[in-house]
């Protein structure tokens, strides 16, 4: 079983002491040992990934930690700050490839209280780790409209606003009244919609901030006309992308054309290096058949992004965030990386 450290300090077993014990030898050894009893979320040593990312690969990072508190939250950048140990967020994994090696320092998901969803006059609150089909089922039962967009979208509302996920002429980042933001030397910073920027699947939040909360400015609509529209989208989502296999949403963001028209006219749909396939449905996605290693959707993407460059000239740029180290040369992917 897992180890699952609570500040209660429960019990572990056999195999939790096996993971525990394997911190002793890498450099987040310190960082376990100051948050072990003293957070009320959970400490995972070496968790593998592919059990939280939506494509279902990735190696294990050194610790995972479920922040379930803001001062679960604090404590642990601070005590990554101050042992100079690498940290990363996670929220339903959707948009990142995590290399097979892992990450090697402190992956942290929001918890318990940045999950909950609060009805207010303007609309609906959400903390940041909120999912985002869940949000949009709130905003149902409450007959608000604004979000029927979303759905299927996944991912959680922090990476939502933070790359301003949208689709159909929608986007997150229009709903957007207000966001809190947790930054660097630990404060919390309250931004108005006239603070924020939003752009293609882009957003004026540094890379260093951690969305924990919103407000999306949403209004009463008639429930039959909202789920309708729902159902319409929904519906289109099934018909035209892949649903049966893994993957990671769209792999590339649209330049003046749509970026799957590029990759099909290029000759790509259907192209696959192991079990990484382009998807023959849609072109941006690249999904997981079987049992696809990180790297050999890595050198996917960076196969399609230079054919595409070799014939229409364009060069595509990722949607996708790359966690991580690979083998092949991260200079022909045109993304950044984190780890």
Same mark, same amino acid.
């Given at each position: 079983m897992d180890v699952r450290a609570r500040a209660a300090g429960g019990a572990r077993g056999g195999r939790g002491r096996q993971r525990g014990d394997a911190l002793k030898a890498n450099p987040t050894s310190r960082a376990y040992t100051r948050l072990y009893g003293n957070i009320s979320g959970l400490l995972l040593p070496n968790e593998p990934l592919s059990r939280? *990312? *939506?494509?279902?690969?990735?190696?294990? +990072?050194?610790?995972?930690?479920?922040?379930? *508190?803001?001062?679960?939250?604090?404590? *642990?950048?601070?005590?990554?700050?101050? /042992?100079?140990?690498?940290?990363?967020?996670?929220?339903?994994?959707?948009?990142?490839?995590?290399s097979d090696e892992g990450f090697?320092?402190?992956?942290?998901?929001?918890? +318990?209280?940045?999950?909950?969803?609060?009805?207010?006059?303007?609309?609906?609150?959400a903390g940041g780790g909120v999912a985002l089909p869940v949000l949009v089922q709130a905003a149902?039962? /409450? /007959?608000?409209?604004?979000?029927?967009? +979303?759905?299927?979208?996944?991912?959680t509302i922090g990476g939502a606003i933070a790359?301003?996920?949208?689709a159909y002429g929608s986007a997150v980042g229009d709903l957007i009244g207000s966001v809190t933001l947790y930054g660097p030397y630990g404060k919390l910073r309250h931004c108005n919609r006239s603070e924020l920027r939003f752009g293609y699947r882009s957003s004026s939040t540094g890379t260093d901030d951690i969305i924990v909360e919103a407000l999306f400015q949403l209004h009463p609509g008639d429930p039959a006309e909202i789920r309708g529209e729902m159902e319409r989208h929904f519906k289109k989502r099934k018909t035209t992308q892949p649903t049966g296999f893994p993957s990671a949403g769209s792999v590339f963001k649209n330049p003046d054309r749509p970026a799957g028209l590029l990759i099909e006219q290029a000759g790509l749909k259907g192209a696959s290096i192991g079990d990484a396939r382009v998807s023959e449905r849609h072109a941006n996605f690249i999904i997981n058949t079987g049992n696809a290693r990180a790297e050999e959707i890595f050198s996917l993407i960076r196969m399609v992004r230079q054919r595409v460059e070799e014939v229409h000239g364009v060069q595509l740029e990722p949607e996708i965030r790359m966690i991580g180290s690979f083998e092949t040369d991260r200079s022909d992917v045109g993304t950044s990386f984190s780890g």
């Open positions: 939280y *990312t *939506t494509l279902r690969v990735g190696g294990p +990072a050194k610790l995972l930690v479920v922040a379930d *508190t803001l001062h679960d939250l604090s404590l *642990t950048l601070d005590v990554c700050a101050s /042992e100079g140990v690498a940290w990363s967020i996670i929220g339903k994994g959707s948009n990142i490839l995590v090697d320092g402190v992956m942290i998901q929001l918890g +318990a209280d940045f999950r909950k969803i609060k009805r207010v006059p303007d609309g609906l609150q149902v039962r /409450e /007959e608000l409209r604004g979000l029927a967009f +979303a759905v299927g979208i996944p991912g790359g301003n996920a949208g």
